[in-house]
C-alpha cells in the first residue's frame, strides 16, 4: 500500500485522514484517472478503437498514395514541384530512393 504525503504538514500517510493535522487527504491523480477509465470502459475503449481504425486506414491511404517506381516518382514531382529547384531536390530524392 502507498503512502500519501499531506499538502497541509507534509506528513506521510497510508490513510485518507491526516494522522497529525486531521484533514482529509485526496486521492493522488494515477488513481483519480484509475477509477475514471474503470468507471467508463465503454466510452474509452470505442474511442479507442476508433483512433486505432483511423490511424490503420489513414496509412493504408497514405502507402496508397506513395510512388512504386522511378518514373512514377518522377511523374510526381513534376506535378508538385514550384520551381526548378524544387523539381532538383524532388529528383535527387527520387533517385536515391529507386536505385
Known amino acids: 500500500m502507498g503512502t500519501i504525503e499531506c499538502p497541509h504538514c507534509h506528513a506521510s500517510n497510508r ?11 485526496s486521492e493522488p491523480p494515477e488513481v483519480k484517472f484509475a477509477w475514471y477509465v474503470s468507471q467508463r470502459r ?34 510526381k514531382a513534376a506535378r508538385t514541384a514550384r ?8 529528383l535527387t530524392g527520387c533517385s536515391t530512393r529507386f536505385r
Not at 490513510?15 to 487527504?25: A, F, H, I, S, Y
Open 15 to 25: 490513510r485518507p485522514v491526516c494522522g497529525r493535522c486531521k484533514t482529509e487527504l
Open 42 to 75: 465503454r466510452q474509452v475503449g470505442s474511442a479507442a478503437v476508433t483512433i486505432l481504425a483511423t490511424l490503420v486506414l489513414w496509412q493504408i491511404w497514405q502507402a496508397s498514395d506513395q510512388p512504386r517506381n522511378l518514373v512514377e516518382c518522377q511523374e
Open 83 to 90: 520551381s526548378n529547384a524544387a523539381m532538383h531536390i524532388l
